[in-house]
């Protein structure tokens, strides 16, 4: 008997092996491996076309620009941020010796709801790092008035948020910073990587200081930087990456509307929909089960997807409020945090990549439909 194929809750996109072979033996005829080369500067460039955005600096992962923008910000004190995300998010806070401030969710969006985020500031307040969770874009308008009215810094993590637009503008050029992951699990991946993305030539040339342990040349060091310089190999995988990244979201896309369609009137099942004017990446495709409607909790459901070889995922669960370096803080009893607490103990994120297939997605909708309430 043929096992039975596992659908995991997402699959990389690999550029063409050959075409990544002959990218590396460009490199490994240069000879130049690392350290701001070629195929780093061309990736650079490319990215900014694609994303809209004037400048950005890339990395090795999407946690280290998150730790460098605070550092670049000089930021101390208290952080404002959502529980409802990847752990990295807050963690790069607390790795800047800042204390997190958690602040509940808008369950429309999944989103920092910007109507409590003044209840929250403190005369130690400093920063605003919200998450466009799932790409979905922060009320950008609505936290930067608040970050101006108060003399607040800006940082926005949008791992999950690459290539989305509202009417045309990129997201990435909100804030004061804005970082990128480009992990093997994100729609746009560089195996692990990510970048910062700045509205200037002088903060980019300070962010590059950074990420090479703060030297400006051979001889000055600026500031106590760190090393997170992304390599050639990596840099010339995301350039060839970059070439099918529009296809691989319209197929994201295709699978959205097919999960859509089919759990349209499943009781007990929410999904977001698109919004007008937004160009969504579709990176996760998460719904939200009330179990007295469904007829099942979310856990039960999880597992049952598990039995036929569905990894769907919870993210975010456990709330990061929840962790134990964070549980503590007084911003994270669940009590603030209601909405949040909320949505990540009903949240599964169904399986969702460009590769998927009709068969693929017929077979994760079939276990939800077999287990909802009226179908018993
Ligand atoms: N901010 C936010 C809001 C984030 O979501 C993240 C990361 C960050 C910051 C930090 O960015 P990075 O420093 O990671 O660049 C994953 C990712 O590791 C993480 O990047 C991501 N967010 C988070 C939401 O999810 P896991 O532990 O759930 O991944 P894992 O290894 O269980 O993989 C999930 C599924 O993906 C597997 O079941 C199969 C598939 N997969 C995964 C890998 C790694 C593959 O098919 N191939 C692969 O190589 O954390």
Avoid at 96 to 111: E, K, R, S, W
Avoid at 142 to 171: C, M, P, T, W
Avoid at 293 to 317: A, H, P
Wanted: charged share 20%.
């Amino acid at each position: 008997m043929s096992e039975q194929k596992i659908i995991t809750v997402t699959s990389p996109l690999l550029p063409d092996l050959d075409g990544f072979h002959d990218l590396l033996k460009e490199i490994w005829n240069s000879k130049w491996i690392t350290n701001n080369g070629a195929f780093h500067k061309r990736l650079e460039s490319a990215l900014c076309e694609y994303l809209k955005v004037p400048f950005i600096s890339l990395f090795t992962n999407g946690t280290l620009p998150l730790l460098t923008a605070l550092q670049a910000l000089h930021i101390t004190g208290e952080v404002i941020t959502t529980p409802y995300s990847f752990v990295a998010t807050t963690h790069s806070i607390w790795w800047n010796n800042c204390t997190p401030v958690f602040v509940d969710i808008d369950p429309a969006t999944g989103n920092l709801d910007p109507e409590r985020i003044e209840a929250a500031i403190t005369p130690k307040t400093r920063a605003i790092m919200p998450v466009h969770v799932y790409g979905r874009p922060c009320d950008s308008a609505r936290i930067q008035a608040i970050a101006d009215k108060y003399g607040l810094k800006v940082v926005y993590d949008a791992a999950h948020a690459f290539g989305v637009e509202v009417n045309g503008e990129s997201i990435l050029n909100a804030g004061d910073l804005t970082t990128l992951s480009f992990h093997a699990t994100k729609v746009f991946n560089t195996i692990e990587g990510g970048a910062m993305v700045m509205h200037d030539a002088e903060t980019k040339k300070q962010i590059d200081y950074l990420k090479n342990f703060g030297f400006a040349g051979e001889v000055e060091v600026v500031g106590p930087g760190i090393n997170s310089k992304m390599d050639e190999v990596r840099s010339a995988y995301g350039l060839l990456n970059l070439e099918q990244v529009d296809a691989a979201i319209e197929a994201r896309h295709q699978v959205a509307r097919r999960y859509r369609e089919a759990l349209k009137d499943v009781p007990g099942i929410r999904f977001f929909e698109d919004i007008p004017g937004v160009r969504h990446n579709y990176s996760y495709f998460p719904v939200f089960v009330d179990a007295e409607q469904f007829g099942m909790t979310r856990d039960d459901l999880y597992f049952k997807l598990k039995e036929q070889n569905i990894l769907g995922r919870r993210y975010f669960f456990p709330l990061i409020s929840s962790f134990s370096p964070y549980r503590e803080l007084p911003s994270a009893a669940p009590e603030n945090l209601p909405e949040a607490n909320k949505l990540s103990d009903s949240v599964i994120c169904l399986p969702m990549h460009h590769a998927l297939t009709d068969e693929d997605t017929e077979k994760v909708v079939n276990v939800i439909l077999k287990h909802c309430v009226s179908a018993r």
